[in-house]
């Protein structure tokens, strides 16, 4: 949802990686900041109507993001595609970092304006073969924002990383980064920072999907 200058890049990025893209916005004229090449699908409408998600193919999305110009239309948008429709990845664009504790807390991640990259929307967004936020000279060890399953939640993080092989660098939590000790233990709405072999990333990526073993 949302046809800026961010929401045309980020449509552009996930097409451009294989995905099937639909894009909202209630300014048809926007859509020219797609390009010629763009073969989405394009919606003019409001991002939390549901006859206009619907339109967009909500009912089938793997992903959602609002990255209109607007806080409360982005976190309306999301709560809709999450609570109404389930769809699991939802990210929300913020320009007030102020609120984004609150929306972390109704379990949307979000993205501040002063933080903003595309690299952090596509983690959040896409399966496997994210952008490694972290790679060390010789390519063979990477740091990344791993999705793990809601099934996780209460678990410590050692168990994720003995489950992957990986080391968590650090843990965001409600928009705080810190560093966990052996009983710190997942919770709803962590973003967690994992360092691990390149070779290893789409194996911990499907570890990390699935619920984790019987303790």
């Known amino acids: 949802m949302g046809c800026g200058r961010v929401g045309a890049s980020l449509a552009r990025a996930i097409e451009a990686t294989g995905h099937d893209v639909a894009v909202i916005d209630q300014d048809e004229a926007s859509f020219r900041r797609l390009g010629a090449s763009f073969e989405g699908r394009t919606v003019t409408g409001v991002g939390f109507d549901r006859d206009c998600l619907r339109d967009a193919g909500i009912e ?84 990344a924002e791993m999705p793990v399953s809601s099934e996780w939640i209460g678990r410590r993080v050692a168990e994720i990383e003995e489950a992957t092989g990986g080391r968590i660098a650090y843990l965001t939590r409600l928009g705080d980064g810190f560093l966990p000790d052996a009983e710190t233990v997942y919770q709803e709405g962590d973003l967690v920072h994992l360092a691990l072999r390149r070779d290893d990333l789409a194996a911990a990526e499907r570890v990390l999907d699935a619920a984790p073993p019987a303790p």
């Not at 992903?63 to 709560?79: C, E, K, M, P, Q």
């Open 60 to 143: 089938d999305a793997y992903a959602f993001a609002a990255v209109s110009s607007g806080d409360n239309s982005n976190i309306l948008a999301a709560r809709v595609a999450r609570e109404k429709y389930g769809v699991e990845n939802v990210v929300a664009r913020i320009y007030d970092p102020g609120r984004a504790e609150i929306y972390q807390r109704l379990g949307i991640p979000t993205v501040a304006t002063v933080k903003w990259t595309s690299d952090q929307m596509l983690r959040r967004l896409l399966p496997q073969g994210h952008v490694p936020e972290f790679t060390d000279p010789s390519g063979r060890v990477v740091m």
